[in-house]
């Protein structure tokens, strides 16, 4: 079941996210693990136009995540969201994150946005392959432009206009 995250999600937010810092994980291009204190912060900035969900299971336990954000500061893109979402390890491949990328794509559509944007680096196949199944299409490579743990990846844009 998907709902909004509120603050009680927070560690489970946190635990989720930094299971895509692992090594050999192609999830995020972030290398320093987040801290409750900052999904705090980030979650009161993912409120209304820019809501946060986590999918739960049985017992109230959280399994995945996924969020709209501000995908510029210019008001130029106020059209334009960005989406994120993750799965717990022990329950990747079974399509939730699909399910909670179609929710994002339901979401922005109710909410007025016309585009969604994303980015993957290009080893993670599983997204970019599963953004893909939703009508998501590839936008720019850049190519070996984030360094991570020492070795050079390529980030890929993809976007979808709703």
Not at 28 to 51: G, N
Not at 146 to 162: A, C, M, Q, S, T
Request: proline content about 2%.
């Amino acid at each position: 079941m998907l709902r909004l995250a509120t603050y009680a999600d927070v560690d489970d937010i946190v635990r989720i996210y930094n299971q895509a810092l692992k090594p050999g994980i192609f999830a995020t291009s972030q290398v320093a693990p987040d801290t409750s204190d900052e999904r705090i912060a980030w979650l009161r900035e993912h409120q209304d136009a820019y809501p946060a969900f986590v999918y739960e299971i049985e017992n109230d336990k959280v399994i995945g995540w996924c969020s709209l954000s501000r995908s510029s500061v210019r008001p130029e893109y106020s059209g334009v969201a960005e989406t994120s979402h993750y799965v717990d390890e022990g329950h990747q491949g079974k399509g939730i994150g699909n399910l909670m990328l179609a929710h994002l794509i339901e979401t922005a559509t109710k909410l007025g946005f016309r585009l969604l944007v994303s980015r993957v680096l290009e080893r993670n196949l599983r997204s970019a392959k599963g953004a893909a199944s939703l009508g998501f299409q590839r936008a720019v490579l850049l190519h070996e432009a984030l360094r991570i743990r020492g070795e050079w990846h390529n980030d890929v844009w993809i976007w979808k206009k709703l």
